[in-house]
């Protein structure tokens, strides 16, 4: 079946405006996380729901960031009067876990958001 | 909170031959699994290898295995008869109940012909 999709694969932006990025999991997938990765580093946690709620948004850096999944698939993540920090690529995965932990993540392949 | 360090930033291979990729960890958790996951260059993530912590047994996926030390919180992977299209960052990751992946910062592996 369909995997994790993205979309936009690639966004520009200048410093001060609104993004929206959209995740659609793998369908029946309940888990789906939000990652930030910059240029030679790993994956940097930002939240992850669990159906409809967010279950951790520990890793969101502060409430520029936002995001949502309404009906338990399609997630958006919206970043407010971004910054040019923002700049990495952000990854959505989804996974069939119910909490415990075991199942491997499938990730999308990114979006690359640049604030100019 | 877990973390997750990778000590080799680039390791290189030759074709055919044997490398192994470092990971070491720590969790408060006595439950928990560990990833391998390689990043190619276009971009996208993909499972190479999972291992329980509860399994003394090490995980095998064809070239592809782990040794895993539980008392020094060491999971490496070891690649075997190393190919061209294994090239890629590689990133080990330990995830607990609580959900989330916690990821270290990868190691690219060049594999020379």
């Known amino acids: 079946g369909a995997g994790v999709s993205q979309t936009p694969s690639n966004k520009v932006t200048e410093k001060g405006k609104y993004v929206e990025l959209r995740c659609d999991p793998i369908?029946?997938?309940?888990?789906l996380y939000w990652y930030r990765q910059s240029l030679g580093q790993g994956p940097e946690f930002l939240i992850y729901?669990?159906?409809?709620?967010?279950?951790?948004d520990s890793g969101l850096p502060n409430d520029r960031f936002f995001a949502v999944r309404p009906e338990g698939s399609v997630s958006t993540l919206k970043i407010q009067r971004t910054e040019r920090g923002d700049s990495a690529v952000y990854l959505c995965a989804s996974s069939s876990d119910t909490g415990g932990g075991r199942s491997p993540l499938h990730f999308g392949n990114g979006t690359r958001l640049t604030v100019t | 909170a877990q973390t997750v360090t990778q000590s080799q930033p680039e390791m290189s291979v030759q074709e055919a031959e044997t490398v192994t990729l470092s990971c070491t960890y720590d969790?408060?958790?006595?439950?928990?699994?560990l990833f391998w996951y390689k990043q190619p260059p276009s971009r996208q993530m993909i499972l190479v290898i999972r291992?329980?912590?509860?399994?003394?047994q090490n995980a095998t996926e064809n070239r592809f295995s782990v040794n895993f030390q539980k008392a020094a919180k060491s999971f490496s992977l070891k690649i075997s008869d190393s190919q061209l299209g294994d090239a890629a960052m590689y990133f080990c990751a330990v995830n607990t109940n609580a959900g989330k992946s916690t990821f270290g910062d990868g190691t690219t592996l060049t594999v020379k012909p």
């Open positions: 369908s029946g997938h309940t888990a």
């Open positions: 969790t408060s958790e006595s439950d928990y699994y």
């Open positions: 291992q329980e912590a509860y399994k003394q």
């Open positions: 729901f669990q159906g409809t709620g967010a279950a951790d």
